[in-house]
């Protein structure tokens, strides 16, 4: 049985990572515009983000104002509650 590429990703590091990028756009540049993305990157190095912003100033004719970033392990410690009593049901 193989793994998934996903699965993988998460164990060496990845989780999810959530962009919002504001920009103006040379035909309103006192506009700013938000744009979401989101995508499983690595942090603190953020690959995936870097490649990402290098594309849209290279293609995108938005220039970007500010990234605000949002990233979440996906698998990590488990939060463990103790229970503090016992419901019976029968």
Partial sequence: MRTSEDFRRQIDGYGLLTAEILYRMPDHPGLLQSFLWQTHDRAPT???LRKFLAYWQREIEGVLHSV???HRDL???VDV???NGEIRIH
């Fill in 81 to 83: 509650r103790i229970a």
């Fill in 75 to 77: 698998i990590g410690p």
């Fill in 46 to 48: 953020f690959p995936e």
């Fill in 68 to 70: 605000r970033l949002a």
